[in-house]
């Protein structure tokens, strides 16, 4: 099902409204798609590449990082590779840590980091599921920008060390 959820999340954007590095938008919802299909590392990397340096570069946000979001968490919320799910997360963390682009900014688009970080907190309790994960060190990376309750983190993070 989360398949389908991130699905209706690619097709109910228009993707070529938002900008990318290389005015790359319309190869976004392919690359998501192969991200969120990966069975293994190489496909899981191969597709991250065409997302990571494309929507957010070095931390520079672009505004399809944007949509990116709600597509990333509605892949969370089912099966996915171990590998799909490291990349997902990483990605996710690459863009709630970012700025918006000096482009972006002069478009008067200066809130998109803030704007990315909203979108995430809709997908909070996915990101708090992945502390007892692999992937802890990246939920914390997430978590300590999106979590508004530092009361809440801390407890969860002492709830699940050494887990």
Not at 57 to 72: E, F, K
Request: with cysteine.
């Amino acid at each position: 099902m989360n398949r389908n959820l991130a699905e209706v999340e690619i097709a109910r954007t228009d993707w070529a409204g938002f900008r990318t590095l290389g005015d790359r938008s319309r190869d976004v919802p392919g690359a998501l798609r192969r991200l969120l299909a990966a069975s293994d590392e190489d496909e899981a990397m191969a597709a991250y590449w065409d997302l990571e340096n494309v929507v957010v570069v070095q931390g520079q946000l672009h505004s399809a990082a944007l949509p990116t979001v709600p597509v990333l968490l509605a892949g969370l919320l089912g099966e996915l590779s171990p590998d799909a799910r490291d990349l997902v997360l990483e990605l996710l963390r690459q863009i709630v840590t970012g700025e918006p682009d000096r482009d972006e900014h002069a478009l008067g688009n200066t809130d998109l980091g803030d704007r990315c970080r909203q979108a995430a907190r809709t997908g909070l309790w996915l990101v708090y599921r992945e502390l007892g994960t692999r992937r802890r060190d990246t939920a914390e990376a997430i978590l300590d920008r999106i979590e508004e309750d530092p009361a809440r983190i801390a407890a969860y993070l002492a709830n699940t060390r050494g887990k």
